[in-house]
């Protein structure tokens, strides 16, 4: 059974900082993996989508790497500011299509 | 870029009543629409994917009878549970998968704003 994990499960930085987000997964039969931003009481936006056969994609200020191998991905957000504060979750796409979240790290940046 | 439309937004009713909610794609076609349910400061778990013009599929431990799910049209799928109690207070959150968009396995989900259902 697919299981995703994201360290820390918190973050407070100052504005300005860079950061990464982690997450592991433990079966690595995935056609992609997506980091997405959920704001409280609200659904999800995709933030970006790594394809199995990928090792990093950027979008802004974010960069997403994944190492399907070791079964872990990493969300870089550089210089962070109060408007990325927001909950990201990280979720693999398994093979019988079906998403597998993440319990989501929740980041809080200060001005 | 593609919508996912969630109504209503917030419920709050009686221990008994039915509610359903409504999830449907505004500018694609998605005969593939998913339903998750997430309790606070957890994650989305999924509960039953919903297939146009068939019965849904329901994963481990989702009664079906008391989530009951219809996918009539290529637009909309809703989710009725039936008889709700305070446990089944939660946040229900739908996706559609856009077929049309990406390929072999690829292919984008897009999730709606979610229901905060609320039972007293």
């Known amino acids: 059974k697919q299981e995703v994990t994201q360290i820390p499960a918190a973050l407070s930085v100052p504005e300005g900082e860079n950061l990464v987000l982690n997450c592991s997964f433990t079966?690595?039969?995935?056609?992609?993996l997506q980091w997405f931003r959920q704001d409280p009481g609200k659904g999800l936006t995709s933030l970006l989508l790594i394809q199995s056969s990928q090792r990093e994609q950027t979008s802004g200020r974010l960069n997403a790497s994944l190492d399907k191998s070791s079964g872990r991905s990493t969300l870089y957000i550089a210089a962070s500011q109060p408007g990325d504060s927001a909950t990201y979750l990280c979720?693999?796409?398994?093979?019988?299509?079906?998403?597998?979240f993440g319990a989501g790290t929740i980041l809080r940046v200060k001005s | 870029g593609a919508v996912v439309s969630q109504h209503p937004s917030r419920v709050i009713c009686k221990s008994g009543t039915s509610v359903k909610i409504e999830c449907r794609s505004l500018?694609?076609?998605?005969?593939?629409m998913f339903w998750y349910r997430q309790f606070p400061k957890q994650s989305l778990m999924l509960m039953a994917t919903?297939?146009?013009?068939?019965?849904?599929t329901y994963e481990q431990g989702v009664e079906k009878d008391k989530f009951l799910i219809n996918h009539a049209s290529l637009t909309l799928s809703t989710l009725t549970v039936t008889s709700a109690h305070p446990e089944d207070s939660s946040f229900y959150i739908c996706?559609?998968?856009?077929w049309g968009s990406g390929t072999g396995g690829n292919q984008p989900q897009h999730f709606g704003d979610g229901t905060r259902l609320s039972i007293l």
């Open positions: 500018d694609f076609q998605a005969t593939t």
């Open positions: 919903s297939n146009e013009g068939s019965k849904a």
């Open positions: 079966d690595s039969a995935i056609y992609n």
């Open positions: 979720a693999v796409l398994e093979y019988g299509n079906k998403l597998v």
């Open positions: 996706s559609a998968r856009d």
